[in-house]
């Protein structure tokens, strides 16, 4: 079964700083794609960045890049140059191919909180 | 910017009524789903949807669970008989494909409490 990992229940950072969020997550499929989500306190997801499990390059968008490292299972996301408004809960979900469908699986979610 | 759209923004009901939620999916998307968040923990799927069938559904998505597309826009979820867990934040989704690797874009929510 697809498990998402997400070990830092909230992280500290001051603005204009970098902040790595962790995500490793366990999968027997080959083909699956990996997507980080945002969800500020008025409790909206918002996507971010996904990484294909066959992309050879790092996905970046913007301020946000996937450290996506495929042989440790690890698909981090960074953020450069934290803002204010970058305070939120971001969580790393996971799908697969498979037959049926592709539901989202997601991790228990990082806290954000960014300060001036 | 195309989004997806979720009435009413929030929905209190007495326990052992039915509440219907709504959803209006990206318009060139074929295939939606629904995600529950109780609040403080993860998303949990519940079901998805295409062509007017559900594809997937998970172990939560029992029969006090439905989902209907009555017309060319609007996605609902229908819960028969609410009880007090079934309190939680309810996102609809929508994709254009259903591969693995096409993003699922979320609407804002509905904050369903049960008294």
């Known amino acids: 079964a697809q498990k998402i990992t997400q070990t830092q229940p909230g992280m500290f950072v001051q603005e204009k700083e970098a902040v790595t969020l962790d995500c490793t997550y366990d999968?027997?499929?080959?083909?699956?794609?990996l997507f980080w989500y945002k969800q500020p306190s008025s409790g909206e997801m918002i996507f971010l960045i996904y990484?294909?499990?066959?992309?050879?390059q790092n996905a970046t968008e913007g301020r946000y890049s996937l450290n996506f490292q495929k042989a440790r299972k690890s698909a981090n996301l960074v953020i450069s140059a934290s803002q204010l408004g970058d305070s939120a809960m971001y969580f790393c979900?996971?799908?697969?191919?498979?037959?049926?469908?592709?539901?989202?699986?997601f991790g228990k979610g990082t806290t954000l909180s960014v300060s001036s | 910017e195309p989004e997806v759209t979720q009435t009413p923004s929030h929905q209190v009901t007495q326990m052992g009524q039915e509440v219907i939620l709504r959803c209006v999916p990206i318009?060139?998307?074929?295939?939606f789903y629904w995600y529950r968040q109780i609040l403080g923990q993860k998303v949990e799927f519940l079901v998805s949807?295409?062509?007017?069938?559900?594809?997937?559904k998970s172990e939560i998505f029992d029969d006090q669970f439905s989902v209907e597309r009555p017309d060319g826009s609007n996605f609902t979820l229908k819960i028969r008989s609410t009880k007090l867990e079934d309190s939680a934040m309810y996102f609809c989704?929508?994709?254009?494909?259903?591969?693995?690797?096409?993003?699922?874009?979320f609407g804002p929510g509905t904050r369903l409490t049960v008294l």
């Open positions: 989704a929508s994709s254009r494909t259903f591969s693995g690797t096409d993003t699922q874009y």
């Open positions: 999968t027997s499929d080959q083909s699956y794609g």
């Open positions: 990484q294909g499990s066959y992309d050879e």
């Open positions: 979900a996971m799908s697969a191919e498979n037959q049926a469908g592709t539901a989202l699986i």
């Open positions: 318009s060139n998307h074929l295939y």
């Open positions: 949807f295409y062509n007017n069938e559900i594809s997937e």
